[in-house]
């Protein structure tokens, strides 16, 4: 993605919402309805809450979670919740417990947005909802007049770091653990990531892995052709 691309899309987007100010405020309002639990791991991205910043920062914050949703959501081993529920979350407080029940998803990406006088600082959280455990943390500063066009390398980067974690995660739970004890999206995850070490043992456990998870969802077997290249 471009920067100019990124700066005509931001500008577009701002462009709506100074026709509506009130509508950023009133996509916040809590949802009571849960997604369907995916075979995949389930992402939601929060939008970046501002610090002490005007109501421009609020939607600069709102537009770069919406394109880290977008690029995760191209992934074959992850599903990403749709931006407009994440935003039915209350934007000034970050509870994961309640981002656990509101959106029944299995990791979440929350930061903060700084916005200085002549700089931008994004802070960023890859955590585990279930367990409450930051997997990793993240932050990017850049100058101000030249944020929007380096704004694509900081979204690849999110990206590439919530594929791996997820995948590290995935392989260190499934250890030393019994089939029936495993979640849907770990089979899927750390038998695919198995599947790409040298060792004989790792690939039999991923076989494993796969072919248990074939057995939860036997409809899933189209994605194994995906499934076999291991990218995120």
Not at 105 to 116: F, K, P, Q, S
Not at 129 to 147: A, C, K
Request: with cysteine; charged share 25%.
């Amino acid at each position: 993605m471009k920067g100019s691309t990124s700066e005509e899309g931001f500008n577009r987007w701002l462009g709506a919402m100074r026709l509506d100010p009130q509508q950023v405020y009133s996509l916040y309002s809590l949802s009571s309805q849960s997604p369907a639990t995916p075979m995949l791991p389930l992402i939601a991205v929060l939008p970046f809450r501002s610090i002490a910043g005007t109501a421009d920062h609020a939607v600069l914050g709102d537009w770069l979670a919406e394109e880290v949703c977008r690029s995760l959501s191209r992934s074959n081993l992850t599903a990403v919740i749709s931006h407009w529920s994440s935003r039915a979350l209350d934007h000034k407080t970050v509870d994961i417990a309640t981002v656990r029940a509101r959106l029944a998803v299995d990791y979440c990406v929350v930061g903060t947005l700084r916005v200085g006088a002549n700089e931008i600082v994004l802070d960023a959280d890859f955590v585990d909802t279930v367990s409450g455990r930051i997997l990793w943390t993240r932050q990017f500063v850049g100058p101000l007049d030249n944020f929007l066009n380096r704004s694509a390398e900081g979204i690849s980067e999110i990206v590439r770091a919530v594929g791996g974690a997820i995948a590290d995660d995935a392989i260190v739970h499934v250890s030393n653990r019994r089939l029936s004890d495993l979640e849907d999206h770990r089979l899927l995850v750390a038998g695919v990531g198995l599947m790409h070490r040298p060792a004989l043992r790792d690939f039999a456990r991923s076989r494993e892995l796969i072919e248990e998870a074939l057995r939860r969802a036997p409809m899933r077997r189209k994605l194994m052709p995906g499934l076999a290249n291991g990218t995120y």
